[in-house]
């Protein structure tokens, strides 16, 4: 499946072997990303957003360090996640999400704050030690998806906290 990277605010995605993304370039203070893939699946009731360290992924001051997010801490806050079937007649139709569980969220900050419909929140992974860690969120479904022939699914990461702490690998 073919997966197509874009940003608002102009910074490089690059999909890696693996199928995951790795953001380099542009290191705005806000972003969003638009992800675009045909699904393999002939039937989605969740979708995972996994976010990866990269010692490639950082600040200026924090190559080499770790990511995942772009910040020198390599923290990011994913302030909505919002997702679309785009049919093969290009007709899109907004995919509704439930609920929000992660393997770890930063106090405050927590996965369900990731679909609230709120700019102003989001799902971040700061704590005191290993924030350059492997993290996941599991998004459901709110009604499982039938995938047609054709169909293509476009993921938005909104990322509007301030401060860059933007996705470096997901």
Request: net charge negative.
């Amino acid at each position: 499946a073919k997966v197509q990277f874009s940003s608002i605010e102009g910074a490089s995605g690059e999909v890696l072997l693996d199928g995951s993304i790795r953001v380099t370039g542009k290191r705005p203070e806000k972003d969003s990303y638009t992800v675009e893939l045909t699904p393999s699946l002939a039937r989605i009731t969740d979708v995972q957003v996994e976010a990866i360290p990269d010692e490639l992924v950082g600040d200026d001051t924090s190559k080499g360090k770790g990511g995942p997010g772009r910040t020198g801490h390599g923290n990011f806050v994913l302030s909505e996640l919002k997702c679309v079937v785009v049919s093969s007649d290009g007709r899109e139709s907004e995919v509704k999400l439930s609920r929000a569980e992660a393997d770890f969220s930063q106090d405050g900050f927590p996965a369900a704050n990731a679909i609230d419909g709120k700019q102003e929140t989001g799902w971040a992974i700061a704590k005191d030690v290993a924030t350059r860690t492997h993290r996941r969120v599991i998004f459901t479904l709110t009604e499982p998806l039938k995938v047609d022939a054709g169909m293509r699914l476009k993921f938005t990461l909104d990322q509007q906290y301030g401060g860059h702490p933007t996705l470096g690998r997901f």
